[in-house]
């Protein structure tokens, strides 16, 4: 069973861009998989949410990103470092963790590490990289 964990922004995208990840996930996934988030996810959303100056687009993309992770009961990845969420995501990639993200500079990390990456493409549908 594969690992796909979703990054802080890839959360961000079923309200940005109307895209329904998780049945994308669903059609482009090969093989049964478990959807996962890192504990400092929850705390980047709260920060969105609670940041003054952030816009409420984002605002409301965050919180309908709580929803998710609620009613899709994804799993929560409890960590104890102080590393950031992107340095996290490249240490524990490997063949069966998938990361997903639009993050740029995360995604050229995971692919000097061969991970596999789940991306959005034309702000439409999922591509799976390997």
């Known amino acids: 069973m594969k690992k796909v964990f979703l990054d802080t922004n890839f959360l961000l995208i079923p309200y940005q861009f109307k895209v329904d990840i998780f049945s994308e996930i ?3 996934m090969p093989v049964q998989y478990e959807l996962y988030i ?3 996810t929850i705390n980047e959303l709260k920060s969105i949410i609670e940041d003054k100056t952030e816009k409420q ?3 409301l993309a ?3 990103a709580f929803q998710f ?3 899709k009961n994804i799993s929560i990845l409890r ?3 102080n590393k950031s969420v992107d340095d996290i995501l490249v240490d524990i990639a ?3 963790t998938i990361i997903a993200t639009q993050d740029i500079s995360l995604k050229k990390r995971l692919k000097l590490k061969l991970a596999g990456i789940i991306i959005l493409r034309a702000k ?3 591509s799976f990289q390997n």
Do not use: E, G, P, Q
């Open 26 to 28: 669903s059609r482009i």
């Open 38 to 40: 890192l504990d400092k």
């Open 57 to 59: 687009k984002n605002k």
């Open 124 to 126: 439409k549908v999922l």
């Open 79 to 81: 960590t104890d470092s």
């Open 94 to 96: 490997d063949k069966d």
């Open 62 to 64: 965050a919180t309908l």
């Open 69 to 71: 992770i609620k009613s």
